[in-house]
């Protein structure tokens, strides 16, 4: 997917300002967010799904309402139209094929930056001469180092790419083989001790959400029973206190969704790893 944010534009409502979209490639879909009022506690959100045919250049949006759903803050806002709704989609159809645009540029120029760096850092080493014994000395001895230093961080690399499975073939005894029955057992352990793991943090990020949303919500309804009794300075007090919580609600709220995107992405790796495991498939030969 790839995510588009923008500031706010003071000069529309907030339920008509877009914060943020996120175009869901595989997914076909468009998913909105808007900017958030301060009386609010969750901004507006929009989802836009693509019709089968719209990679179709002949094809003619047939507008339906499976083609959108929507979450509005504020009741008491209008709704768009079928008409709006309609070039909406149309107009982020055209705007993902310009997103993707951009960003397959913008990776070109990147690896063309990458490549003129090495070529620059290759051109820039200096030959020594063959007379020169001390510096050749040095030279073999700083590039050994060099050499011994990569092999332990690729032994590195590879002690963490395989060691997911360590502790549960030490469940069962460390055999030097296993059979079928063995291998399934032993790829469900792990898949299922990932998600575990996975939905505890979640779990405990949507605890941390939901006191920060109580604490929120008392402060407010406090506020509805004292208002009239307060002064100046406990009002902007209230105020300073509400802009934080909500403020803290939103990167709460960001970083739960950054958990979840990742969490499935996390999933999905570790899947292909144990699908690609040589050591869970014929001969099932754990230790060499």
Known sequence: SITERFRRNLALDANDDIYEIVYAIKDDKFNITYHRENIHITPSTRVYVKPPNWSDKTFTLKWSE??????????????????????????????????????????????????????????????????????????????????????????????REVDYLAPFIASIGNPDRINLQQANQLKDACKRDLKDRLVRKANL???????????????????????????????????????????RLH??????????ELATVKYAQLDSKLNEDPRLREPYIINK
Do not use: G, P
Request: with cysteine.
């Open 66 to 159: 499976d083609l959108h759903e929507t979450y509005q803050a504020d009741e008491d806002f209008k709704q768009m139209s079928k008409r709006d709704l309609y070039f909406m989609m149309m107009k982020l159809i055209k705007q993902e094929e310009d997103v993707i645009k951009r960003v397959r540029r913008a990776e070109d120029e990147t690896r063309d930056i990458l490549a003129r760096r090495q070529q620059e850092d290759l051109s820039s080493d200096l030959d020594v001469s063959i007379y020169d014994t001390d510096r050749n000395e040095k030279s073999k001895t700083y590039r050994k180092l060099l050499k011994q230093k990569a092999d332990e961080e690729r032994a590195k690399r590879e002690i």
């Open 251 to 260: 990167i709460l709220e960001e970083r739960l969704k950054r958990h979840k």
């Open 205 to 247: 990020m949507q605890s941390r959400y939901e006191t920060e949303m109580n604490d929120l919500i008392s402060k407010q309804q406090w506020y509805q029973k004292n208002q009239h009794d307060m002064s100046k300075e406990d009002e902007l007090e209230y105020q300073r206190l509400c802009q934080e919580a909500q403020f």
